[in-house]
Antibody
Framework: QVQLVQSGAEVKKPGASVKVSCKAS????????INWVRQATGQGLEWMGW????????GYAQKFQGRVTMTRNTSISTAYMELSSLRSEDTAVYYC??????????????WGQGTLVTVSS | SYELTQPPSVSVSPGQTARITCSGD??????AYWYQQKPGQAPVLVIY???ERPSGIPERFSGSSSGTTVTLTISGVQAEDEADYYC???????????FGGGTKLTVL
């Protein structure tokens, strides 16, 4: 069965970086884009960007450009999202989700369980 | 930056029809997607490409599009449908994706 399993919760100090992993199983990792979405407590969903695991191509939301990097290791079917220069406003649950893009996108049909990142001094 | 606008809340009684709207200037050009999220859980895709329903999603969930507004309709609402619902689409260039602010559906 399809699964996206994310790394565990992180506590970081302001100014630090965090790297969240998302291990895929049950499907061909390189056949689906990976989107990263975050959600602060009690707030809505916020799209951060996408990565094509086959090509490594990425696209980032303007808000995060310069601070976010999305990468992958195809040998272990794992995607990564690294966010730098953390501030308290980055405290949120971070989700990875897969999406089939065949001419047009078909939506994020499987999601990871979420990773809580807390930024606090 | 591009925005999608949803009503903050919608309330319906069990068995009634709930309609949740999402407005955005690029919606005539870009598909919309709808996600259901219950407390403490990851979102679930309930509608893709405006009106397509993924396998396993009940038939009472449907989507439609008209101009700059897309609508998620839940017919015969059940108590288990109480959740937050988010629309998602992209800007006119298709480069940047965006979520609406979310709508809390309350089943009275």
């Amino acid at each position: 069965q399809v699964q996206l399993v994310q790394s565990g919760a992180e506590v970081k100090k302001p100014g630090a970086s965090v790297k969240v992993s998302c291990k895929a199983s049950g499907y061909t990792f390189t056949s689906y884009d990976i989107n990263w979405v975050r959600q602060a407590t009690g707030q809505g969903l916020e799209w951060m960007g996408w990565m094509n695991p086959n090509s490594g191509n990425t696209g980032y939301a303007q808000k995060f450009q310069g601070r976010v990097t999305m990468t992958r290791n195809t040998s272990i079917s794992t995607a990564y999202m690294e966010l730098s220069s953390l501030r308290s406003e980055d405290t949120a649950v971070y989700y990875c989700a897969r999406e089939l893009v065949d001419i047009v996108a078909t939506g994020n049909d499987y999601w990871g369980q979420g990773t809580l990142v807390t930024v606090s001094s | 930056s591009y925005e999608l606008t949803q009503p903050p809340s919608v309330s319906v009684s069990p068995g009634q029809t709930a309609r949740i709207t999402c407005s955005g200037d690029a919606l005539p050009k870009q598909y919309a997607y709808w996600y259901q999220q219950k407390p403490g859980q990851a979102p679930v895709l309930v509608i893709y490409k405006d009106s397509e329903r993924p396998s396993g999603i009940p038939e009472r969930f449907s989507g439609s599009s008209s101009g700059t507004t897309v609508t998620l309709t839940i017919s015969g609402v059940q108590a288990e449908d109480e959740a937050d619902y988010y629309c998602q689409s992209a800007d006119s260039s298709g480069t940047y994706k965006v979520f609406g602010g979310g709508t809390k559906l309350t089943v009275l």
